[in-house]
């Protein structure tokens, strides 16, 4: 991902535009390759493109796609997506978690781990992707950003190989 | 010892294990998106800095030496096999260092500092960073004492200060390390510490030099610090630097540390590799922009400190393959600007016979003059204009056979000069052996000697000297000065050997 469509995204941010209506620009692009290739394709007049984005879209996400048209970025239209959703959850404090778990966690250990990344992040709200790993023998293991807490039974005799042969 | 049975240990082990504080394993880690060539690409590690230290699963770490906006690249200091895409990197918060200690004296080692030799494991005092600024310019001191290199023809008229810094130049196959192992040998007793640096050389030339050290007694006060060519880039990179800071414990104790690193060139091509597959650009000879950096910054580490720090130094030997003589392609250029000198060895005169092959008119040393002794200063006054002077009349007198008196003295006395500037391998003279022929040869002693016999003449009168007459060479050494009636006295001696 480049600077501009890391610019690109927090410009599309600060349009406030909803959030629903960006999600749903990202999934159209998505499922119709065609619409990007068309509006990329260099031999299309600006005119033409114009036509087409007005017909589709309208408001601030039709001005925001011409600009991008007008400048010759529409090909980091997908990028600026991602950099737009990043952005957005940083402004909102949505932290993204990994669990990993030998035996499905109950409530109230999931609600523990969220407690305790909340406090951790000083962030709002947490996001947890649970998936089963069983190579960890027991407990779990956590990741959120760029951190991971390992309380799993795998990193602990890791641990303590490491204190036993002193390295 | 006493013997420990099974039970024993197993209750020890199960009394750790019940003791033990689990931390939660907090780390920061990443994962490997892309290895090739000693080579790694990291994504996920957000805070890593450059040169920090990450460990990869299978235990190899690597050294962070690319921050991007993503993904940062490291290399790699071991095999990077077991490392894969996806492979988890942790963060370590530490910058490169190497353990240090006196226990490593005597002892080959790798980049690491981990030993080579066989000799077991190395007890260390302390760790340092590889990578250490340079004292500055209130904790130096100028070059006040000589490091006595033993070869005559260096001492006498490039002399070496402590703190210096002096490259050894020249083809290969010219003799730049004997010049370098010469010099460790005749540190003996000095109390010099040596660090002896190889840098991509074979496996079997650093044990030849090894075996040679150990022969003359070296290895006792030296410490050979090992990359072969073998060895990942990212090794021999680090490995002067690591030298250094090994160099570097010794000299913040007060001690004075002599380092050679062999060699410089070849360290700017294992750099140009990890610069290349790091995508930096090419500059000239596609080495990177920094490659001037790269030496700067090692060889400023080398300095005399002021007496407030101890006093203690680093003398810098670097050494420089040259190609075809060229002393004007880029990596001579950079060190020869960087040193404070240096000693320019000829392949012309390396095969004429003239060994140590010294290019008298290139090689030069700035700051070595105020550190000679007033001894050897005296003695070698006007040794560099006879060479010069023989130089000349000897490209003139070429074609022409009839020559007066004045000028055959002065050609026999060139000569002769020539002649003793010579010198076997590791047969290093004392300062009082030095002064005593340079007296001789300034006081034309020599000169009626057959030039053929110069070196064995030599020999004869100083051990002459030596047996018959011990209180001159006691007194050069002592008082490190060479009086008038020093002067006679020797003379005089040398006319009663020639009387025998």
């Known amino acids: ?65 011409k600009l991008l048209c007008k400048y010759g970025r529409i090909g980091q239209l997908t990028d600026a997506f991602i950099a737009y959703r990043e952005y957005y959850e940083k402004q909102h404090g949505i932290l993204h978690g990994q669990v990993y778990y030998v035996n499905p966690l109950e409530k109230t250990e999931k609600e523990r781990i969220v ?38 039974y795998e990193g602990r005799l890791h641990q303590l190989e490491k204190k036993l042969i002193g390295r | 010892m006493s013997a420990i049975s099974a039970a024993d240990i197993i209750s020890i082990l199960k009394a750790e294990v019940e003791n ?198 070296a290895l006792d006060y030296t410490i050979v610090l090992v990359s072969t060519a073998s060895e990942p880039a990212s090794l021999q990179y680090i490995s002067p630097y690591a030298g250094t800071a090994l160099g570097e414990y010794f000299m913040y104790q007060g001690k004075d540390v002599l380092m050679v690193y062999d060699d410089l060139s070849k360290h700017a091509v294992a ?76 392949s012309d005169l390396f095969f004429a016979g003239m060994r140590p092959a010294v290019n008298v008119g290139l090689s030069v040393s700035r700051v070595g003059g105020a550190a000679q002794t007033k001894a050897m200063k005296k003695a070698s006054g006007s040794i560099r204009i006879d060479l010069a002077q023989y130089r000349e009349m000897e490209v003139f007198t070429q074609f022409s056979s009839d020559l007066d008196d004045n000028t ?18 590791a047969h290093p003279l004392s300062l009082h052996e030095q002064v005593m022929t340079l007296c001789l040869a300034n006081n034309r002693v020599f000169d009626s000697v057959e030039v053929k016999k110069v070196k064995e003449y030599q020999k004869g009168i100083l051990e002459f000297i030596d047996r018959k007459h011990p209180q001159i060479g006691f007194e050069i050494e002592e008082k490190k000065a060479l009086t008038d009636e020093l002067v006679e006295q020797i003379i005089e001696a040398a006319k009663e050997y020639k009387s025998r």
């Not at chain 1, 709002?124 to 799993?152: C, M, P, Q, T």
């Not at chain 2, 540190?187 to 030099?209: D, F, R, T």
């Not at chain 2, 995508?279 to 080398?302: I, K, M, T």
């Not at chain 2, 003295?409 to 500037?421: A, P, Y």
Request: proline fraction near 4%; charged fraction near 25%.
């Open chain 2, 271 to 346: 750099y140009r590799a990890l610069s290349l597959l790091l995508e930096r650009p090419p500059g000239r000879e596609a080495y990177p922009g920094d490659v001037f950096y790269l030496h700067s910054r090692l060889l400023e580490r080398s300095s005399r400190l002021n007496d407030e720090l101890g006093g203690g130094s680093i003398t810098a030997l670097p050494i420089v393959e040259t190609q075809a003589g060229d002393v004007s392609s880029y990596i001579p250029t950079n060190v020869i600007s960087i040193t404070d000198g240096q000693i320019f060895l000829e």
């Open chain 2, 20 to 217: 033990y504080n689990w931390d939660a394993g907090e780390q920061e880690v990443g994962s490997v998106i892309w290895v090739g060539d000693g080579i790694a690409t990291i994504y996920g590690i957000d805070h890593a800095m450059y040169g920090e230290i990450v460990v990869f699963d299978n235990g190899v770490k690597g050294m962070v030496q690319d921050i991007r906006r993503n993904e940062i690249g490291c290399i790699l200091f071991g095999s990077d096999t077991g490392i894969k895409e996806g492979t988890k990197v942790t963060r370590t918060k530490k910058k490169a260092g190497i353990p240090v200690g006196e226990g490593y004296i005597g002892r080959i080692i790798n980049a690491l500092g981990e030993p080579v030799d066989g000799k077991g494991e190395i007890p260390a005092k302390d760790y340092r960073p590889i990578e250490e600024e340079a004292p500055g310019i209130i904790q130096r001191r100028s070059v006040n004492t000589p490091l006595e290199t033993g070869i005559l023809s260096i001492d006498s008229m490039f002399p070496i200060g402590r703190g210096q810094r002096e490259l050894i130049i020249g083809d290969r196959q010219t003799g730049k390390t004997s010049i370098a192992v010469d010099t460790i040998i005749n540190q003996k007793g000095k109390g010099v510490i040596c660090i002896y640096v190889a840098i991509g050389q074979k496996a079997s030339s650093v044990a030849k030099l090894v075996s040679t050290l150990e022969h003359h007694g």
């Open chain 2, 408 to 425: 055959k003295q002065q050609l026999q006395h060139g000569k002769v000069l020539m002649e003793l500037l010579k010198q076997p391998l």
């Open chain 1, 1 to 65: 991902m480049t600077q501009t469509a890391n610019n690109y995204g927090k410009v599309l941010y600060e349009l406030s535009i909803p959030k629903e209506e960006v999600e749903q620009t990202a999934k159209l692009f998505e499922e119709e390759p065609k619409l990007l290739n068309i509006l990329q394709n260099p031999t299309v007049l600006r005119k033409t493109k114009y036509a087409v984005i007005d017909r589709i879209f309208d408001g601030k996400m039709s001005a925001f796609l």
């Open chain 1, 115 to 152: 407690q305790f990344l909340k406090e951790k992040f000083s962030c709002e709200e947490v996001l947890l992707e649970e998936e089963k790993n069983e190579s960890l023998l027991g407990g779990y293991l956590l990741k959120a950003g760029g951190i991971e807490f390992d309380f799993s």
